[in-house]
């Protein structure tokens, strides 16, 4: 009914004299009355193939941004950002520049964010606070706290105005961050396992590049898998699966050291300067094409991807794993969990506390609920023997 008296009053001959197609509409609030219509009348919906770049004005989001502008499977690409002083406006007005047919809409300022997410596709949260000099080694729960409200707020607005959209989560540290988004979405009753991915692709590509400069093989026929978690200390490497038998594990021991301590060894060399934004955003951006491929192409598959596992018990009885995983057109399809020898067996062993841990953080404060260390974490210091207990002293008479 309420459709129905939309379109007489669009075509309304006092409103519109020569309007002759079906949905002229002469302002912005006969369009939200229109796109209302469409949305509870339960009409088709006819994607756009949208990616909206939350965070777009970041170091990471402009390069993400750069390289999905030039995939054909994104037809428009909306950039947002919250700070001024990133100036996505003008950053999406130079990628713009890029002669490929991908539209390019700019948004800054929370009260553009509906816009913004608007019958978005795929949503890719990847502002926030990276790992910057001087605390290259600064624990993960001080970059959380800094990072997690730019999450929440960007989750809460994915579940009112694209519900709809996969979201990918790469503000670090994605492990938290995750839990974070995971929770928020179940809380507000819009919750799909498989459409809410953590991003690990960078870790993934990290792997694969240093196998292949050893084998000496081509890294774009083959793919390592990266398990477990994404933060530097549950990160672990399956190089097992890249065909890497012939290597000793002395070798592979400093092969996996240089995976967890890649984003240390980068800002050292690059002078205590910056991260390595130009590779995470590269494989962000192809984590994202993906995504992009597997919704409106064919199947495709992701090296590694940190999501709520279908069958905790082929995971090694980890509920939440980053694993190797399918997109189709309704998100993931198949997990594909890889076999793991005794060493990685080993190292995932020592990894759960962590990954555990800051789940738990990132639901903690998505719930409300309190958080205490995860018991794992607390260690057993030997307890010193007890003091001798001495005989009273007798005054000596004179």
């Not at 037809?75 to 100036?87: Q, V, W």
């Not at 979405?185 to 590509?205: E, F, H, P, S």
Request: charged share 20%.
């Amino acid at each position: 009914m309420l459709r129905s008296i939309c379109t007489r009053v669009v075509r309304s001959p006092m409103m519109v004299p020569k309007a002759n197609w079906q949905n002229f509409v002469m302002s912005d609030a006969l369009a939200q009355i229109e796109k209302d219509c469409e949305r509870f009348c339960r009409v088709p919906r006819f994607p756009p193939q949208k990616v909206t770049v939350v965070g777009a004005g970041s170091d990471v989001g402009r390069i993400a941004s750069l390289f999905l502008k030039q995939q054909k499977v994104v037809k428009t690409l909306a950039m947002y950002d919250d700070y001024p002083e990133r100036c996505v406006l003008g950053v999406a007005n130079d990628v713009a520049h890029i002669d490929t047919s991908t539209e390019v809409e700019a948004y800054q300022g929370k009260a553009y964010m509906r816009d913004a997410l608007d019958d978005a596709d795929v949503v890719l949260i990847c502002g926030g606070c990276y790992v910057l000099p001087p605390c290259c080694c600064a624990p993960d729960r001080e970059i959380f706290f800094q990072n997690m409200q730019l999450v929440r707020t960007t989750t809460l607005a994915c579940a009112q105005f694209c519900p709809q959209a996969i979201i990918a989560v790469q503000t670090p540290p994605v492990d938290c961050n995750f839990a974070l988004c995971v929770h928020t979405l179940k809380m507000a009753g819009k919750y799909n396992r498989r459409r809410v991915l953590g991003v690990n692709a960078i870790n993934a590509m990290r792997a694969n590049q240093l196998v292949c400069s050893i084998t000496g093989t081509d890294p774009s026929a083959g793919s390592t898998p990266v398990v477990c978690g994404t933060g530097r200390c549950t990160r672990v490497p399956v190089f097992s699966a890249a065909k890497a038998a012939n290597i000793p594990q002395t070798q592979l021991d400093c092969l996996i050291r240089l995976v967890r301590e890649a984003d240390e060894i980068i800002c050292k060399v690059k002078s205590n300067n910056e991260q390595g934004h130009l590779s995470i955003g590269f494989a962000t951006a192809r984590f994202v094409v993906h995504i992009m491929k597997g919704l409106f192409e064919k199947p495709t598959f992701i090296d590694s991807a940190l999501v709520e596992q279908n069958d905790p018990e082929k995971c090694y009885g980890m509920p939440v794993c980053a694993t190797p995983v399918t997109v189709g057109k309704g998100g993931i399809v198949e997990y594909a969990v890889p076999i793991l020898n005794e060493a990685e067996k080993s190292l995932l062993d020592d990894s759960k506390c962590d990954l555990e841990d800051m789940l738990k953080l990132g639901r903690c404060y998505a719930t409300g609920d309190e958080y205490s260390l995860h018991e794992c974490r607390f260690y057993e210091w030997p307890c010193p023997p007890p003091c001798p207990v001495g005989k009273p002293c007798q005054r000596k008479q004179d």
